[in-house]
T-cell receptor, first 113, second 107 residues
Framework: EAQVTQNPRYLITVTGKKLTVTCSQN?????MSWYRQDPGLGLRQIYY???????DKGDVPEGYKVSRKEKRNFPLILESPSPNQTSLYFC????????????FGEGSRLTVL | GQNIDQPTEMTATEGAIVQINCTYQ??????LFWYQQHAGEAPTFLSY????GLEEKGRFSSFLSRSKGYSYLLLKELQMKDSASYLC????????FGAGTTVTVRA
């Protein structure tokens, strides 16, 4: 089954404790992206990757890192989480973002205390 | 962001029609997407417009006017399951989303 898989789905952590949210897709998509979704603000792009070893900042990259060592994986790293990073995070992939749709993971709800 | 504007909320009756408008910046435009998101779930793709005009897909249609920086999503014969948030997104590698329109369908 074609899918985008994120882990963990839910996480409560404390300020400053490094964490990684993993994202994996099995559709051989070149494009992958991370979004955060907050009430009233909609989906905001954090980072995106057009291919292996190619990543770029989205609209809200501060406090986040990503890597794209393999085509299927695109982990999101919070080196020192802060409470303002409490949010719902979505990973997404696409074969061709110019005309193609985004396939989203189920989301990861992160709470930073 | 890319200044994508859509109404926050809309309410309609089962069986009715609702039109959700979306305006966006026209510079560097590369297609307009609509996604549906039910509460607590991930967004799912509804439609993509790159040329002017109306694209129809069953009960859902999407319209685009590139010169006006305007699109709308038309939902016909509304059903209770259509209660969701509808997201307008401006295409490109830095795909940008509007804040979403929450549609509530009442019996």
């Amino acid at each position: 089954e074609a899918q985008v898989t994120q882990n963990p789905r839910y996480l409560i952590t404390v300020t400053g404790k490094k964490l990684t949210v993993t994202c994996s897709q099995n559709m051989n998509h070149e494009y992958m992206s991370w979004y955060r979704q907050d009430p009233g603000l909609g989906l905001r792009q954090i980072y995106y990757s057009m291919n292996v070893e190619v990543t770029d900042k989205g609209d809200v990259p501060e406090g986040y890192k990503v890597s794209r060592k393999e085509k299927r994986n695109f982990p999101l790293i919070l080196e020192s989480p802060s409470p303002n990073q409490t949010s719902l995070y979505f990973c997404a992939s696409s074969l061709d973002l110019v005309t193609g749709e985004l396939f989203f993971g189920e989301g990861s709800r992160l709470t930073v205390l | 962001g890319q200044n994508i504007d859509q109404p926050t909320e809309m309410t309609a009756t089962e069986g009715a029609i609702v039109q959700i408008n979306c305006t966006y910046q026209t510079s560097g435009f590369n297609g307009l997407f609509w996604y549906q998101q039910h509460a607590g779930e991930a967004p799912t793709f509804l439609s993509y417009n790159v040329l002017d005009g109306l694209e129809e897909k069953g009960r859902f249609s999407s319209f685009l006017s590139r010169s006006k920086g305007y699109s709308y999503l038309l939902l016909k014969e509304l059903q209770m399951k259509d209660s969701a948030s509808y997201l307008c997104a401006r295409g490109g590698y830095k795909l940008s989303f509007g804040a979403g329109t929450t549609v509530t369908v009442r019996a």
